[in-house]
């Protein structure tokens, strides 16, 4: 079996309104439920593929075959804050912004990768000056429908990757989703 991983960086914003502790597990005195305050990460993804054979490059993929992953992350995730549709906070993150910009309900556009179903959503900033403020801070927006934890994030970039890498005769095995070098959630394809 060849195997094959490749990196992918990015700096990130989320929030985890779901978190609870078991302050039994805790270190002493750290209970703070840190991860539902706004925040962000120095990530990376780490996409890993197998396949049985090598083609006739002598690859399972050319690494650049991959671009098409990087450009989504560079222009979809990157420097993006990454919120749950669901979450408690997002009418006053997101609605009530868009209502101060133009006075009217949000809409958003869905994100497609070639070849692939809807990955999230982005706002609709038609209509919106890109002078106003309120126009920089709904760009920054990258919508899904799940709680955005690394856990979640890594199951998410595994169906991206296995969709997409489908056309090719390679195995995704897992993808990796490191919020900080020491804290990585990994989700293992079937």
């Known amino acids: ?22 302050v039994d597990f805790c270190a002493k005195g750290d209970t703070k439920q840190k991860c539902r ?44 804050f990454i919120i749950a549709a669901h979450d408690p906070m997002f009418d006053m993150l997101v609605t009530s912004v868009y209502d101060l910009a133009i006075s009217k309900e949000p809409s958003y556009l869905p994100v497609y990768v070639p070849g692939c179903s809807a990955v999230g959503e982005v706002v609709d900033l038609a209509g919106i000056p890109a002078t106003m403020p309120e126009y920089e801070t709904l760009e920054g927006y990258f919508i899904v429908d799940f709680v955005p934890t690394s856990e979640n994030l890594a199951k998410w970039m595994y169906d991206l990757v296995a969709e997409k890498m489908s056309s090719f ?22």
């Open 169 to 190: 005769n390679v195995k995704v095995t897992c993808v990796e989703w490191a919020e900080t070098p020491k804290s990585v959630a990994r989700y293992y394809g079937g």
């Open 1 to 22: 079996m060849y195997k094959i991983s490749k990196d992918f960086n990015l700096c990130y914003g989320h929030r985890v309104f779901t978190q609870s502790l078991n």
């Open 37 to 80: 305050h706004l925040h962000g990460h120095e990530g990376k993804v780490t996409v890993h593929l197998e396949a049985e054979f090598v083609d006739n490059r002598g690859m399972v993929v050319d690494f650049k075959e991959l671009g098409w992953l990087k450009d989504f992350i560079d222009e979809q995730l990157d420097h993006k």
